[in-house]
């Protein structure tokens, strides 16, 4: 007599029979990006001509039948610009988790295919895609989707206009590598070698010093001192000419956060009542006041930046207590990216203050990129300034320059060249309207 | 101004329905059973062209609107029927008699452009995803383009 069938052997479910791919984070795939290919559409250069349609359409079908390619040109009546549709080849493809009989799966190589095997043409893709991108072929109500012709797209050949460029993206990242050398070599200089300059360092007629340390100084001895301020001037000058790059590249405890976030790359996200990125403002007055009220400059004997380049060298590294501040704040990393910079640190106040007087700007023209496809600016960003949302609505975000940190990880992680450095005063061209 | 079992029997005639023997291959392959956890036979697509061609109140039926309008079952069919059709008749039928309840009307355009259980699936396959996007599911792919179109220029 045969036994009875459990019913895990009688499965049918799809997650046992054709389970989801799982991409892999492998070690050669952190230094060098994955170059997924990509149209990228120049609304300057696009006349409507539609020679793209009927190309790919040619393809597809075998017909001339502009409705049934898998690129549209629309045409905007009042503005009279041109706008391609096409797969944007998602980073995250809403497509994917909306197909019922998972036929739709991204390749290794980044192109987002349909497996015919498993297509229904129900057409639940076209509705999940926030672009539109056109699936569903009118005609024959089958599904066409666009797979950038195996890497050699017919319609980037075929424009006359040469609005549709073909790209892998960057091929290699090397503001990272140069960031945290530059980071490691300034930690090294001003916590090891050159123990307390950051505070304050005078030899001869060249003199600097902290700028919150020295309003704190002026607070508590009640004295204005020219040297004072003329030392504490040499970060302020450079935060006019370059924004907050202190904080992104020079300061020792960004260092120290930078290194705890790699170690702590999964979030628990930081309370809502505590968000506000005025805190470092009000952290900087009390300060100053406490300052005042004290006698002695209050905060410097806490400052994390200052402790760690206090430490009196590598031999009593751990000796000093009030070194404890340092994992005690740098402990804050595992709530946000750089939550002690984004929300407390005086030092950053103060050149926050200075940037009112910045003489440069990041843009991030959103008209040149994959917007919601992509992301990847907004992800990177330590300070979380990108406003992920407008992207996702295809408008250029407007960067604080008051909280940017200049790490320059957007510039470096976009693989469109879309975020840039600008003069303040630059007209960008009209894609890249945020300032 | 045609009836509405005019309009029933266009359906039975369009998809060719009287043909149907029941084999229950359009059932096997129907992507509704991986998609609804209550898929029966009241809404595969043996069990509508059977509750059609037997006289029920089809139009007013819920289960018309389960269907993705995919291609599957006419694929698979040995008789050629098109339950595809069938079912885009008589939701055509139904929308004839304003009987919206279950269809998804677009936020700009103000047309019924697709089910409502169809969208919901969607919507629970993307929960995760930030609400701006989700909020594009009730717009329909057409008007989707001129927002984004409107977005872009």
């Not at chain 1, 696009?46 to 049934?68: D, K, Y």
């Not at chain 1, 505070?199 to 001869?204: I, V, W």
């Not at chain 1, 020079?250 to 290194?259: K, S």
Request: with cysteine; net charge positive.
């Amino acid at each position: 007599m045969q036994e009875p069938m459990n019913e895990g052997d009688l499965s049918l479910d799809i997650n046992v029979l054709r389970p989801r791919s799982v991409e892999k984070k492998t070690l050669s795939g952190y230094f060098m990006p994955p170059r997924h290919p990509f149209i990228l559409f120049d609304p300057q250069k696009c006349t409507g001509c539609g020679t793209c349609e009927m190309i790919c359409s040619a393809r597809n079908t075998n017909r001339v039948a502009p409705l049934s390619a898998s690129v549209q040109v629309l045409a905007d009546e009042r503005s009279g610009k041109n706008l391609a549709i096409l797969c944007q080849h998602c980073r995250q493809p809403l497509c994917i988790p909306a197909c019922p009989t998972r036929a739709i799966e991204k390749g290794s190589d980044g192109i987002v295919r349909i497996n015919k095997l498993f297509c229904t043409d129900c057409g639940l893709c076209t509705m999940a895609c926030p672009a539109a991108a056109p699936l569903k072929d009118p005609d024959s109500r089958e599904i066409h989707k666009c797979d950038l012709c195996e890497g050699d797209p017919l319609c980037v050949k075929h424009c006359p206009e040469t609005a549709l460029t073909f790209t892998r993206g960057k091929a290699f990242r090397w503001i990272k590598g140069l960031r945290w050398s530059v980071q490691a070599i300034s930690f090294a200089m001003l916590v090891i070698v050159f123990i307390g300059t950051f505070c304050y360092f005078k030899a001869g007629n060249v003199a600097f010093s902290c700028p919150a340390g020295t309003l704190q100084n002026i607070a508590s001895s009640g004295a204005i001192v020219l040297v004072g301020i003329s030392s504490a001037a040499a970060l302020l000058f450079l935060t006019i000419l370059a924004g907050r790059l202190f904080c992104g590249w020079i300061c020792p405890f960004g260092f120290v956060l930078d290194l705890v976030d790699k170690i702590t790359p999964k979030k628990l996200g930081w309370p809502s009542f505590l968000k506000s990125r005025m805190t470092k403002y009000g952290v900087l007055a009390g300060a100053v006041g406490g300052s005042y009220a004290l006698g002695f400059q209050a905060f410097c004997t806490v400052c994390p930046i200052g402790t760690l380049c206090r430490s009196y060298g590598v031999q009593s590294f751990f000796k000093s207590a009030e070194l404890a501040i340092v994992p005690a704040l740098a402990s804050l990393e595992i709530a946000q990216r750089r939550s002690w910079c984004r929300y407390f640190c005086p030092v950053g106040a103060v050149l926050g203050i200075m940037t009112t007087l910045r003489l440069i700007k990041i843009v991030i023209g959103a008209k040149k990129c994959k917007k919601f496809s992509c992301i990847q600016c907004a992800e990177v960003c330590p300070m979380g300034i990108i406003d992920a949302d407008q992207l996702r609505e295809g408008i250029s975000p407007r960067i604080p320059m008051t909280e940017c940190i200049m790490c320059l990880r957007c510039l470096d992680r976009c693989p469109y060249d879309a975020a840039k450095i600008r003069f303040r005063w630059q007209r960008t061209a009209p894609e890249e309207d945020g300032r | 101004m045609k009836s509405r079992s005019d309009k029933i029997e266009e359906a039975k005639r369009v998809s060719g329905a009287y043909g149907c023997v029941e084999c229950g291959r359009c059932v096997a392959a129907c992507p509704m059973a991986e998609m609804y956890a209550n898929f029966s036979i009241e809404m595969s697509p043996r069990g509508m062209i059977k509750k059609t061609l037997l006289g029920y109140p089809v139009v007013e039926d819920k289960n018309i609107w389960y269907c993705t309008e995919c291609n599957a079952g006419t694929d698979v069919c040995p008789q050629g029927v098109s339950c595809r059709d069938l079912i885009r008749t008589l939701r055509g039928a139904a929308v004839a008699d304003n009987l919206l309840a279950n269809a998804q009307i677009c936020k700009c355009c103000g047309r019924p452009f697709a089910a409502l259980p169809v969208e919901n699936f969607i919507r629970g396959r993307l929960k995760e995803e930030p609400p701006n996007v989700r909020e594009l599911l009730t717009a329909c792919p057409s008007c989707r383009r001129e927002i984004y179109l409107k977005r872009n220029t």
